[in-house]
């Protein structure tokens, strides 16, 4: 069942989505060489709660961090350790909020440095417009799967591949919550999207296969030829008059 949500609930999920952005913002600053994924962790933590808040992932499942940090060939659910970035690591960083009974969600990707080649560079680039191609479809009127389509129709215009196994969702006082959002599907098909709707859309996008497979920890999830990966995310309110994007950060132009 997809829940919509009051003008009240939008007012509480802002917050959720601007506390979120925020962390975020310092956590992708903070990438650089020689940094530990562990040391990520313990500022994102810090940063949740000196707003706060509350980091969502901790626990979820069982899940041991705050925030998920994926680096190249890895997918999502990367855990926080002692692996240190190195120059032309493709970085994804993948965290969540929670204040005041609602949650946000996002997630970047940047590279330590300079990109490893021109076609990592164009996978990140495809990727993000990939998630800004969907939010703009996500309009009242418009069926889920624009969305899902507006993602899979760029993505494979320039070569690349979307991840099946792992999908966008609804989201509100729970970070997952009905409707799935799937990066590939059919245009004009799937639930009617309505005013009130919140979606975490998030595009994990591959630079070879689409086929991929979780380590012995039974969380990173890898690309099976181990080529890069990368992934955004922003958790999207569908207001009367379209979309207003609730995890925007600072670096980011578009509304
Ligand atoms: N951001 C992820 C998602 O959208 C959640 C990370 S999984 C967790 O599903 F276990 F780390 F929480
Ligand atoms: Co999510």
């Given at each position: 069942?997809?829940?919509?949500?009051?003008?009240?609930?939008?007012?509480?999920?802002?917050?959720?989505?601007?506390?979120?952005?925020?962390?975020?913002?310092?956590?992708?600053?903070?990438?650089?060489?020689?940094?530990?994924?562990?040391?990520?962790?313990?500022?994102?933590?810090?940063?949740?709660?000196?707003?706060?808040?509350?980091?969502?992932?901790?626990?979820?499942?069982?899940?041991?961090?705050?925030?998920?940090?994926?680096?190249?060939?890895?997918?999502v659910?990367?855990?926080?350790?002692?692996?240190?970035?190195?120059?032309?690591?493709?970085?994804?960083?993948d965290?969540?909020?929670?204040?005041?009974?609602?949650?946000?969600d996002s997630a970047?990707?940047?590279?330590?440095?300079?990109?490893?080649?021109?076609?990592?560079?164009?996978?990140?680039?495809?990727?993000?417009?990939?998630l800004?191609?969907a939010?703009?479809?996500?309009?009242?009127?418009?069926?889920?799967?624009?969305?899902?389509?507006?993602v899979?129709?760029?993505?494979?215009?320039?070569?690349?591949?979307?991840v099946?196994?792992y999908v966008g969702h609804?989201?509100?006082?729970?970070?997952?919550?009905?409707?799935?959002v799937?990066n590939?599907?059919?245009?004009?098909?799937?639930?009617?999207?309505?005013?009130?709707?919140?979606l975490a859309i998030e595009p994990m996008?591959?630079?070879?296969?689409?086929?991929?497979?979780?380590?012995?920890?039974?969380?990173?999830?890898?690309?099976?030829?181990?080529?890069?990966?990368?992934h955004f995310e922003h958790t999207?309110?569908?207001?009367?008059?379209?979309?207003?994007?609730?995890?925007?950060?600072?670096?980011?132009?578009?509304?």
């Amino acid at each position: 069942m997809i829940e919509l949500k009051s003008a009240q609930e939008r007012e509480k999920m802002r917050r959720a989505g601007r506390v979120t952005a925020e962390v975020l913002e310092v956590l992708k600053t903070a990438v650089r060489p020689g940094i530990t994924t562990r040391e990520l962790d313990v500022l994102a933590e810090r940063e949740t709660r000196a707003r706060g808040a509350v980091p969502v992932f901790k626990g979820y499942h069982g899940y041991p961090a705050s925030v998920c940090v994926s680096v190249n060939d890895e997918v999502v659910h990367g855990i926080p350790g002692a692996r240190r970035l190195k120059p032309g690591d493709l970085v994804s960083l993948d965290f969540g909020a929670q204040i005041d009974g609602f949650v946000g969600d996002s997630a970047l990707s940047v590279f330590v440095g300079e990109p490893p080649s021109p076609r990592a560079a164009e996978l990140l680039e495809v990727t993000y417009q990939a998630l800004w191609r969907a939010i703009a479809a996500m309009r009242p009127g418009a069926r889920l799967g624009d969305v899902s389509w507006a993602v899979q129709e760029h993505v494979e215009a320039h070569g690349f591949s979307v991840v099946r196994e792992y999908v966008g969702h609804g989201i509100g006082r729970a970070m997952h919550e009905d409707p799935q959002v799937p990066n590939y599907g059919q245009p004009g098909k799937g639930p009617l999207l309505r005013p009130g709707l919140a979606l975490a859309i998030e595009p994990m996008v591959n630079e070879g296969t689409w086929e991929v497979g979780v380590l012995d920890d039974g969380w990173t999830v890898v690309t099976l030829d181990h080529r890069l990966s990368c992934h955004f995310e922003h958790t999207v309110f569908l207001g009367e008059d379209g979309p207003e994007v609730l995890t925007l950060r600072s670096d980011e132009k578009r509304v």
